[in-house]
């Protein structure tokens, strides 16, 4: 058995999985915790063919891959919260242009340059909402780094078969830590590659306008097809219109090919779900702990269990609440404000029995910090 084992930080996972998805080009700019991605791509990409870039800057950054994109290579950068907040323009041009593209934001404390060297999770609700307009958005997340390979390998899947970016929202405690990774053979998990027009030279191509699945075939820009891109709303041909028809028909069918697929993009974990009558409902390094508390508690006959979400946009509604509904009482565990927890308050059927347990100092949360919240809400009879 000629297994591929190595011990490995969280972004040098990340990079793993990026590679074997089919990485071409990577555009970036060193910021802490996840300077380590362009480290190691800057090594990794020249080897096999890639293009490795080094940018002025972040907005640069998301530039230069989302042209990389439409020439027709697989595409990633990597960057934390400051620099995460500078794509956000980019970010809604590839969204409206419906380009494949992977960005990746290993949380750092914030706002501003807040702790750059401790975890947080306080980006969740800019993954969704940081660019400006009505859009929907995918974005990924885990708690291991077997599931960072995966779940970077899902991202570019998802990138390539919805036309769209897909954000993975790791954070600095995962990026950083160590731990066992398995690569996977080739072929052992799927990988989608570039779905490209059969439109011969002189036939009319249309880069807007969906198969019958729903899948937007492409051209490589500067091919054989001569097509507009913008960010403007346009026509099937890509150019600028403002007719209010098909303002409302692209409007509809950048937020439809995700929204209506939220049970297909769920990605989740659960454990002792069966009998649970306390659900944590957690997410990246944060899961951790709750997963060691449950554990914990159910050697002494509690009946706790955990959902651990991997797809945290477009949020599972539909799942959380399934999980939920034979629950006396749902903790959220996270490392922010209380981002996720509204969420899960908005699912359930009585959000009165839905609590946080949560740090914001930029430290991990950890077992006891959760137990004194489940202790407080025995504590009131709930």
């Known amino acids: 058995m000629n297994e591929d084992i190595r011990f490995v930080q969280g972004n040098e996972a990340c990079v793993e999985g990026a590679l074997y998805a089919g990485l071409e080009f990577f555009a970036g700019y060193p910021i802490t915790p996840a300077t380590e991605i362009s480290e ?59 380009i494949p593209c992977v960005i990746v934001n290993v949380q750092r404390g914030g706002p501003s340059t807040g702790n750059p060297t401790h975890v947080s999770q306080g980006d969740v609700n800019q993954a969704r909402w940081g660019t400006h307009g009505d859009h929907a958005i995918i974005t990924l997340t885990a708690s291991n780094h077997q599931d960072v390979f995966a779940m970077t390998v899902e991202a570019f899947n998802m990138a390539e078969i919805y036309r769209t970016p897909v954000i993975l929202l790791f954070d600095e405690a995962i990026g950083h830590m160590r731990e066992r990774l398995v690569i996977p053979g080739k072929g052992e ?13 002189g036939v009319d191509y249309h880069p807007y306008l969906p198969r019958e699945d729903g899948r937007l075939p492409m051209s490589d ?27 409302h028909d692209l ?5 439809d090919k995700i929204q209506n697929r939220v049970h297909k993009l769920a990605r989740f974990k659960e454990y002792y779900m ?3 009558r306390t659900v944590l409902i957690s997410y990246g390094s944060a899961a951790r702990s709750a997963l060691h508390l449950v554990e914990e508690r159910r050697t002494r006959g509690e009946r706790l269990g955990l959902l651990e979400l991997q797809t945290l946009w477009p949020f599972p509604t539909g799942l959380v609440r399934g999980r939920c509904a034979m629950a006396r009482r749902v903790i959220v565990v996270e490392m922010n404000m209380g981002q996720i927890l509204r969420e899960v308050q908005i699912a359930v059927e009585d959000p009165e029995k839905v609590f946080l347990a949560n ?13 004194k919240v489940l202790r407080l809400v025995w504590g009131k009879g709930v």
């Open 251 to 255: 409007t509809r069918h950048l937020i």
């Open 40 to 98: 190691h791509l800057s090594r990794r990409l020249p080897q096999i063919g890639g293009k490795f870039l080094q940018m002025e800057d972040e907005i640069a950054s998301m530039c230069a891959i989302i042209g990389a994109s439409l020439t027709g290579h697989k595409v990633m950068t990597a960057t934390s919260g400051p620099g995460f907040s500078l794509k956000q323009e980019a970010l809604g041009y590839a969204i409206m242009a419906e």
């Open 274 to 276: 069966e009998d649970a």
């Open 221 to 247: 820009f500067g091919g054989i097809h001569r097509y507009n891109v913008t960010g403007l709303f346009h026509d099937m041909w890509g150019f600028p219109s403002d007719k209010p028809q098909l303002v």
């Open 189 to 201: 998990l799927p990988v989608v590659e570039r779905l490209r027009t059969a439109l011969k030279l």
């Open 359 to 371: 740090r914001i100092d930029g430290e991990l949360i950890m077992p006891p910090d959760i137990k």
